[in-house]
């Protein structure tokens, strides 16, 4: 086999591991959080779907979506209403390219790795932001405002907490960050682990952060006129969300593939820490009330922002200590 062939095998492989990846990982996400939420409320949650504990509700869910009509409001926008779903997921798909789950298990080991998924992932909301203004619809449109202020809060202390991080490794690289890890860590980033978190939880938009979506006032805000398997790509885009916060959140803050035998079990221990902070999320859901928009902005302006930038003085500080 020549060498570009070899190459281009490889291309291939890789692109398909991480399109497997992202077709099995949100589903897992999806359907833990069916049972984890039914057990933490005292209920049964889906059981008859593919027998053992319901495990294939998310397969039945999926085929309901493919049943129903695909219905464009007569006042829509068409094309950008068709549009939104694939640029609310595609930006996950991206991101999901370029997180390692160890050195040598990575699609596209990207020099500024870090900067490369936060402004892919920061793109996935412009798709909220076109579903709502396409569909003609007061409660869509009312959902995708409050998306846009959503992010414009939430993505500085996101990224301070990242740079924090980014700077006790001395790289941007994500490989490079997962290597310099050591578990005091946990400790001294421990203020940026939870800023990045939180900020991360109201980046996609999930509870308590949700206020976008709060049926009790907006019906499904920006997704109210979405039948079908546009409606299921936005569900998919919320869980593909949530698996590359948690993966990014292993990486920077719980050292991904580091731990006993991580030379053979190093992505073993990256997908379980991803599962672990996966939970997280989940249990946050069940645990916490949605906050009105004005504590949700009060809490980053004035709560995260200072936050972040106290353990980046910090950090700073530290670094420069030691050299």
């Known amino acids: 086999m020549s060498v570009d062939a070899a190459l281009l095998a490889e291309i291939v492989l890789r692109a398909v591991c991480v399109l497997a990846a992202f077709l099995t990982l949100p589903l897992l996400v999806g359907q833990t959080e069916h049972k984890v939420m039914a057990h933490m409320q005292g209920r049964l949650g889906p059981m008859y779907a593919g027998g053992f504990h319901g495990w294939a509700q998310l397969v039945a869910d999926g085929v309901k979506f493919l049943q129903k009509e695909d219905i464009v409001p007569a006042r829509a926008d068409a094309q950008v209403f068709r549009l939104a779903p694939a640029v609310a997921l595609v930006p996950y798909l991206v991101a999901l390219a370029v997180i390692p789950l160890s050195p040598d298990w ?5 020099d500024a790795g870090l900067l490369f ?5 920061a793109v996935a909301v412009l798709g909220t932001l076109m579903a709502g203004w396409s569909s003609a619809n007061k ?6 405002m409050r998306a846009a202020a959503q992010l414009l809060a939430y993505e500085l202390p996101l990224v301070l907490a990242a740079a924090s991080v980014a700077m006790a490794a001395g790289t941007l690289s994500l490989t490079g960050i997962g290597e310099a890890w050591q578990w005091w860590w946990l400790v001294w980033q421990f203020p940026a682990l939870v800023v990045f978190v939180v900020a991360g939880l109201a980046e996609v938009q ?13 019906v499904a805000g920006p997704y109210t006129e979405y039948t079908g398997l546009r409606f299921a790509l936005f569900l998919l885009s919320e869980y593909a969300g949530v698996v590359v916060l948690s993966a990014l959140t292993a990486v920077l803050f719980l050292g991904a593939w580091q731990g006993p035998f991580a030379e053979v079990l190093g992505p073993v221990w990256t997908l379980l820490k991803t599962g672990l902070v996966a939970v ?3 249990w946050l859901r069940v645990a916490w009330p949605r ?8 809490l980053a302006w004035a709560g995260l922002v200072p936050i972040a930038l106290a353990q980046l003085a910090l950090t700073a500080v530290v670094v420069v200590l030691q050299t």
Do not use: H, K, T, W
Request: no cysteine; aromatic share 4%.
């Open 106 to 110: 990575v699609a596209a080991d990207v």
């Open 117 to 121: 998924v936060l402004a892919a992932s």
């Open 139 to 144: 409660y869509a449109l009312l959902g995708s």
């Open 206 to 218: 999930r509870p308590p952060f949700d206020m976008p979506i709060a049926e009790s006032e907006l």
């Open 280 to 282: 997280l999320v989940i």
């Open 291 to 298: 906050l009105r928009e004005d504590q949700l902005q009060r």
